[in-house]
Each structure stands twice: as structure tokens, then as C-alpha cells.
């Protein structure tokens, strides 16, 4: 190993200084102590011993620690107290204070608050993706794993969670304290804790014992769903040991549900935590929603081996836990949903929200270069999540999938309990497979974009004589993303399916040749092609003759996507063509995307003027939809398009009675939830009736969601003053931190019907990204993005947003990219609606 030259003292963790000290620490244990007061505003008394084995080198040793220097009150090396040196977010450690092997350094201080996420009657940490310096000093970098020994000092009747089992607690007047044992070697993101007022359900499934918190109080919600998320997790567990076969690699597995959590889920070795809402499901429960959370408790299960067994050696591969985690988790949710259609499962999840960024001015690639970790949660994003996925499951279809779970295989037994690359994983599974890997890597892996499909179908006596398909970037630029997929030959009493082999610039369909003229052409039949592929126009009349639902999906998403593009389909004419097609979507998913897409070309790509006179046809559609259809499911999504596209006053009177009443429409089940969304509906309608949001709230019994909505109440308000004095409360950090509250709010606040007045808020929303990406969370800036940006249509905005660039040349690229993203709504709309640009 080449020896690293010693790093500079600066903020963040560099990469210079992540692999210096990779090179002279090891043998890592944090031993900490954190005792809590029942106050949130109070601060939080604390101590560490770390214990590392150190290689003499000259340089200081560097611990992170994102905190002011006044949250230090003392360090001691192997016994001695020291002078504490703090510089650059950095503790450190002169070489002469330290000795040749093993060393220990015990902190006192005051707990970080940054990623305490501090609650009334509750907390938990959220460290992820260089967040554990903001709560102790720490070697913050995923290849120094370490095993954490916690104790914590909690209120008498909260509850406590970490990464290691409980190993005894006591308790003193109004306090308790809980004493965990050491946990499994972790990296430092993985490290958590979780302590309130929850309510602890435990299981024994397959013979392992697994604890749960929540704070849900619905009584369905809570036996409707207890029983689920642990056979979920069961379900996952036994597969992933079957697939991998290495047993559940650490001690314990458990789990907690947090209230309006910033993510879906996030890994926590032996304690997984969870948005409570995408886990408590009711009798109202879509089977969208059912499957998303299957998919998501099945995700976070397969981080245990992909990401936390083995985990990347830098964040510049984090997508490689995030692909491989929804990768198998499309797999586990294929064989453990009944009725699964895993093709249409994966189309419907994956592609839209990929094509969402790769479509755009900011897309970014799979694998992003990243010089320091304070950067690192601008990788995250729907290129990772999405079109990952549908990476791996090309390299499925050419490796074989025999073939990939061996390399698979072989990569966790070789890397178990340590660090690995992608290029580490691709040499391994090179040798699976005669393909050239390292050559397909390069264009799916490390460039941005799409490819554009092009074709020429010549006919011969009314057979085909010709069929040559091509590819091109979207951009123009001449590259070829080798991938398989289908192509639909549709007649009037069957369809032909032809799988084309597209690994040039052009092939040639020999297997079309002789074959009859076909009604139409469907391109990416089986939906599992990527890119933007040609629309038959002869196909648009006959669309609802095609009896495959992935077939139909694959065909609404090319629609939509070309639409987007300035191709074949206007607005208006899609909008057209869904009206005929939404009464007659026999499948569910379908129509969750049907509706999502009209609601997207109502709000979206329709001028002002034109939406109310649509709004009268739309209304008309779904409501009429909603009353032929039998099955409940359906009904609600349909109720739920009407909802959304509601703008009449009759319209606006229905909805009202239906809420005030707490009476759904025949057949519909609507939940306190659904009540709320819709009270919201209203409120952003400015209907006449005051203290509407208010008395919803007086019916939620849920303190946490009643919290919640209280919080949005001013962003929805029909005063503009108090909107805008809600939207000045945000530019305080302190207003921030509940980030899901916010974004939901700001998504009202920037409702079409409010542009007129909201679009002020524009300037200073822009302004205030860098700050957001500084203090919040991974997924903040993308999330306040598009809650910001995305309703809008105007010429006026896309000038506002080109104007912010320019005017800033070194402008954060990986904030540009984001800005880029979610302004891809409006640039579109600007061209498609207004002909500008």
C-alpha cells in the first residue's frame, strides 16, 4: 500500500484524511454515555472512551467533531488529561501524547443537537451520512468500523433502543438508566439510538426474538398492521439467508416506527428505523400502499448484509448498499405478495421516478466522484433509488441470474464485516460471465442521461421486409447503453413478443422479418428496457385493446415521456386520450399511474385560464369512473383523482359534505388520514368555512399527526399575510427541523392555485439551499426543491431560476444538479404550455 501523504485540518472529512487514517488506526471501540433530561430545549451531558490501535506516524490524530469548541469540557489520553486542541470541526491529538499500538482517549462534552431529532417525549438519531461528528467526536468515515458500548441516561417511563441488546437498566428516582452490551463492528453512520415514550411489541419469529416501538394509537391501525411487519421482516430475513446463504449476520434485529421520519427507512444494525406512516396501514389501504411497504421493510432488511456487512470504503459508492437493498427487495416482494405481478411491481416503481431525473439538465450518474463527506448527501437521489435498479436488472439478463448470485455470494463471504468498492464487486462478477462488464460499466455507471430510440419498419406485400431500431443519447451525442429488451408485434387475435439484443448503435430485428403487418408497434413490451422509446401512432386508437397490464404501463409511461419531450402527444391530446382510457383500467397499479399522470397535465401542463372549463370534464370522468367501478381499491383511487383535480364549486360542495359528514362515497372506506388530506384539498381552495383545518385537528386523536397538521395550518391559511409570515418563520433553522412538516407545507404553500402570490417566495427559497444542505438532512434540498419549484409553468420562474445560476458561476454543482432536477417541471411546462424557451 502506497503510503498517504499526512492531511490538512480541514472542515468535513476529506478523502486525504479518510485514507491517512485508514492507514494508521484500527482495532476501533467507542464505550459512550449520554444521559438525557426530559426537556428538549436542555442540553445533553456526555462521555466517550475511544480505544484504537494507532501506527506512529508524525501528524496529529484527528477526531470529528461538528460542534463549537465550547462543547468541550475535556480529553484525556491513555490517562492524562490534555490540552484540548480543536480546529476545522477537528480534536487533535498530538503524536506525542500517543503511543505505538493500542491508545485511549476519553471526552467529556456536550451531545451534539444536530442529529438528535428532539422531540416533547421522545428522540432518535439519525447519523447517516457523516452525522455521527455532530453528536460525539468520532473516525466519522465507513471504513473505521467499530463496536459501540451505549449507556443511557433516560426519564423513568421512557423507552430505549441501540444497536447492541439491552444488557441490564436500573433506576433512580426520576431517571433510568440503561445499559446496552457492545454491539456487532459497524460503521459510524449505522450507529443509532432511540429512546421515548413508545410502546414496546415484541414477536419470535423463525425462533428469533424481535422488539418494536411505536406510538401509533388507531386501534385497526395497529391490529391490522403489528402482524404484517413482522411476518414481513420474517419473510425477508429467510429469503436473504436462502439467496445469500449467509445466516442474519449480526445479534439482534429490531425495529422502531418514527413519526413523520425523514426517510422511508434507515438501516441501523439491530435497530431499523421507520416512517411510522408507511407501516400502519388500514382497512383503507391501497394495494400500492401494501406493496411499498413490503418493499420498503424488505429493503432495509437486505441493507443487513448489503451496506452493513459489507459496506462501501468511500460515499462515492453509497448507491452500491442502495441498489443491491432495492434490488433484493423487488425479489423478496416478487415471492412474498400474493397475486405479485413483479414485472409491473418494478416498471411502475422504478421507471418514472428514474427517468424524473435522467430526463433532466441535472442529471447526474450512478457513481459520483466525492472529495470530502460533508458533500456526501448530495449523491442521494432517484438516479440511485431508481434507475440502479433497473441497471442491476439489466446486468440480471446478461449475466444470468444463476450467475449473479454466485458473484453476489462470493462478494459477502470475501468483504464480510469490512469495506468493498464497486470495481471490487465487478471483478468478481467478471468472472462469472464472459461479458465485457468493465465496458458495460462505463456508460450505465458512470455517465448520466438516456438513450433515444429510433426505428424504421419498411413492409413488403404486406409483410415486414425490414426492422432496424437505433440509439442515440437524448442529448445527441452518439453512445450506446447495451441493454435487452422487447418489442410488441400487435394483431388482432395476438401479440408477438421479439427480444432485441441492443447492444450497438443499430441492430437489425432479423427475427420481425416475414412476419405480418402488425396493428401496431409496442416498444418495450416487457417493460424493462431504458430509455425514450418511439410511440406507434397507429398504437394510441387501440391502446385499451392490449390485455397485459405491464404491456399497457410501459405504453402510458412512453406516452407520457414522449409528451414531455415535445413528441407525437400534446398535453391537451394526452389528456384526451387518458379521459377514454381511465373507465376502462382493469389494474390497480395502472391506474394509480393513469391518475397520477393526469393529475401531473391538469396542474402542470394546462394554463390557468384553461383548468376550470377541464376540471368540469375531468370531474365528470372520475366521479362517473368511481360509481361504475366494483372493487373498493379502485374506487379510492379514483376518489382520490377526483379529489385532486377538484375545482367547481359543485365539485368543492361534494367534497365538503363528504368531509363534514364523515360519510364516503358508497363503497369507499376513507381513514382519519384521508379526512385530513381532504380538509387540506378544501383549505387550499380557500373554501368558505372558517376554522376548517382547525376542526380536523380537534378530531385527530393521534398527538403526533395532530402536531403535524397544526404545524401546516399557517402555510394553508386564506390570509396571503399569514402565508407569508409562515414562509419567513422557515428561514429561522430552528423552524426546520421536523423536515417532513415542512416540505408537506411548502408543497400547499406553492399550490398552483396560490402561484400568484406565492412565486415571491422563489428568491429567498433559492437562497436559502446551501444553508439547507448544510443543516439538514440528505434528502432536504431535493425535497424543498421540488415542494418549491415544482407546480409552477410560468416563463417568469424558468428566467428567475436561469437568472440564480448565472449570477452564481461557482455555483455548488451537486446543488446546481438538484436545482436543475426539480426545475425540469417548469422549464417543460414553459415550452409545452407557454412556447417559451
Request: some cysteine.
Amino acid at each position: 500500500m502506497t503510503p498517504v501523504k499526512a492531511p490538512a485540518v480541514e472542515a468535513g472529512v476529506s478523502q486525504e484524511l479518510a485514507k491517512y487514517r485508514k492507514q494508521t488506526l484500527s482495532r476501533l471501540g467507542y464505550t459512550l454515555q449520554f444521559a438525557i433530561p426530559a426537556r428538549k430545549d436542555q442540553p445533553i451531558p456526555a462521555s466517550e472512551t475511544i480505544t484504537f490501535h494507532w501506527q506512529p506516524g508524525k501528524a496529529p490524530v484527528q477526531l470529528d467533531f461538528k460542534e463549537q469548541r465550547d462543547h468541550l469540557q475535556s480529553v484525556s489520553v491513555n490517562g492524562h488529561h490534555v490540552p484540548i486542541a480543536f480546529e476545522n470541526e477537528h480534536i487533535l491529538i498530538a503524536p506525542k501524547y500517543l503511543k505505538a499500538g493500542q491508545n485511549q482517549v476519553s471526552i467529556r462534552f456536550t451531545a451534539g443537537d444536530l442529529s438528535l431529532n428532539r422531540n416533547d417525549d421522545y428522540l432518535y438519531t439519525l447519523l447517516v451520512p457523516d452525522r455521527a461528528r455532530t453528536l460525539f467526536p468520532c473516525f466519522d468515515q465507513p471504513d473505521l468500523k467499530a463496536s459501540f458500548t451505549v449507556t443511557l441516561a433516560v426519564p423513568k417511563d421512557w423507552q430505549a433502543m441501540s444497536n447492541g441488546p439491552v444488557q441490564d437498566s436500573s433506576r433512580q428516582g426520576d431517571q433510568k438508566t440503561i445499559r446496552f452490551a457492545p454491539s456487532d463492528t459497524i460503521s459510524t453512520y449505522l450507529f443509532s439510538f432511540v429512546t421515548g415514550q413508545f410502546e414496546p411489541v415484541t414477536r419470535t419469529m423463525n425462533g428469533r426474538a424481535m422488539h418494536f416501538f411505536h406510538r401509533e394509537t388507531d386501534p385497526e391501525k395497529i391490529r391490522l398492521s403489528i402482524e404484517p411487519i413482522f411476518q414481513i421482516h420474517a419473510d425477508a430475513l429467510k429469503f436473504l439467508e436462502e439467496y445469500t446463504q449467509i445466516k442474519y449476520p449480526f445479534r439482534k434485529f429490531d425495529f422502531a416506527a418514527i413519526p413523520d421520519f425523514q426517510y422511508g427507512g434507515m438501516e441501523h444494525v439491530g435497530a431499523i428505523q421507520y416512517k411510522a406512516s408507511s407501516l400502519f396501514l388500514d382497512n383503507g389501504a391501497t394495494r400500492d400502499q401494501k406493496i411499498s411497504r413490503t418493499t420498503l421493510l424488505a429493503h432495509e432488511t437486505a441493507h443487513m448484509w448489503f451496506g452493513d456487512l459489507v459496506t462501501m470504503r468511500w460515499f462515492d459508492d453509497v448507491w452500491t448498499k442502495e441498489v443491491f437493498a432495492n434490488f433484493m427487495a423487488d425479489k423478496i416482494s416478487e415471492v412474498s405478495l400474493k397475486d405479485a405481478n413483479y414485472d409491473l411491481e418494478f416498471l411502475i416503481a422504478h421507471f418514472p421516478a428514474a427517468y424524473d431525473v435522467d430526463r433532466t439538465e441535472g442529471a447526474n450518474p450512478i457513481g459520483q466522484p466525492l472529495a470530502n463527506l460533508q458533500e456526501a448527501g448530495t449523491l442521494y437521489g432517484g438516479i440511485i433509488y431508481h434507475k440502479a435498479p433497473i441497471m442491476m436488472r439489466q446486468l440480471e439478463r446478461l449475466m444470468g441470474k444463476e450467475a449473479l448470485r454466485n458473484g453476489l455470494r462470493q462478494y459477502l463471504r470475501q468483504y464480510a464485516y469490512s469495506n468493498a468498492s464497486w470495481p471490487d464487486l465487478i471483478t468478481i462478477l467478471d468472472t462469472y460471465t464472459p461479458a465485457d462488464l468493465k465496458d458495460w460499466n462505463h456508460v450505465w455507471v458512470n455517465e448520466t442521461g438516456r438513450p433515444r430510440f429510433d426505428y424504421r419498419l419498411e413492409l413488403s406485400n404486406n409483410r415486414i421486409s425490414q426492422f432496424v431500431i437505433s440509439q442515440k443519447g437524448e442529448d445527441g451525442t452518439a453512445r450506446v447503453w447495451p441493454q435487452l429488451f422487447e418489442v410488441a408485434l400487435v394483431y388482432p387475435d395476438r401479440v408477438e413478443e421479439l427480444t432485441v439484443n441492443m447492444n450497438q448503435a443499430q441492430v437489425t430485428l432479423s427475427d420481425a422479418v416475414g412476419k405480418e403487418k402488425p396493428l401496431f408497434v409496442l416498444f418495450n413490451s416487457s417493460g424493462q428496457g431504458y430509455g425514450l422509446f418511439p410511440v406507434d401512432p397507429a398504437m394510441v386508437p387501440k391502446l385499451a385493446s392490449l390485455k397485459n397490464p405491464v404491456m399497457r404501463a410501459a405504453a402510458y409511461i412512453s406516452l407520457y415521456e414522449n409528451m414531455l419531450a415535445g413528441q407525437q402527444l400534446t398535453p391537451d391530446q394526452l389528456i384526451a386520450v387518458y379521459q377514454g382510457l381511465l373507465p376502462n383500467e382493469p389494474e390497480e397499479l395502472n391506474l394509480r399511474l393513469l391518475t397520477s399522470q393526469l393529475s401531473n397535465l391538469f396542474w402542470r401542463y394546462t394554463r390557468p385560464e384553461n383548468r376550470a372549463s377541464l376540471a368540469l370534464e375531468l370531474e365528470n370522468v372520475f366521479w362517473q369512473a368511481l360509481e361504475n367501478e366494483p372493487a373498493p381499491n379502485k374506487k379510492k383511487l379514483l376518489f382520490q383523482g377526483y379529489q385532486s383535480i377538484a375545482l367547481s364549486r359543485d365539485a368543492q360542495n361534494r367534497l365538503y359534505t363528504i368531509w363534514q359528514d364523515q360519510k364516503a362515497p358508497e363503497g369507499v372506506r376513507l381513514t382519519e388520514d384521508d379526512y385530513t388530506a381532504l380538509a387540506l384539498s378544501l383549505a387550499v381552495r380557500d373554501y368558505p368555512v372558517t376554522g376548517l383545518l382547525l376542526q380536523q385537528a380537534d378530531r385527530i386523536k393521534n398527538p403526533d399527526r395532530k402536531k403535524r397538521l397544526l404545524f401546516m395550518i399557517p402555510a394553508l391559511s386564506p390570509d396571503v399575510q399569514v402565508r407569508d409570515a409562515f414562509f419567513t418563520s422557515l428561514k429561522d433553522e430552528k423552524n426546520r427541523e421536523r423536515e417532513a412538516w415542512v416540505t408537506a407545507a411548502l408543497g400547499y404553500l406553492h399550490h398552483p392555485l396560490r402561484a400568484t402570490t406565492s412565486a415571491r417566495y422563489l428568491p429567498a427559497s433559492l437562497s436559502l439551499l446551501e444553508e439547507i444542505q448544510r443543516t439538514g438532512d440528505i434528502f432536504f434540498p431535493e425535497s424543498w426543491l421540488r415542494s418549491t419549484l415544482s407546480a409552477y409553468q410560468s416563463p417568469e420562474v424558468v428566467t428567475l431560476v436561469r437568472t440564480f445560476l448565472k449570477e452564481r458561476p461557482n455555483y455548488n454543482p451537486r446543488l446546481k444538479a438538484k436545482l436543475l432536477q426539480a426545475a425540469d417541471s417548469p422549464f417543460r411546462a414553459a415550452r409545452l404550455v407557454y412556447k417559451a424557451e
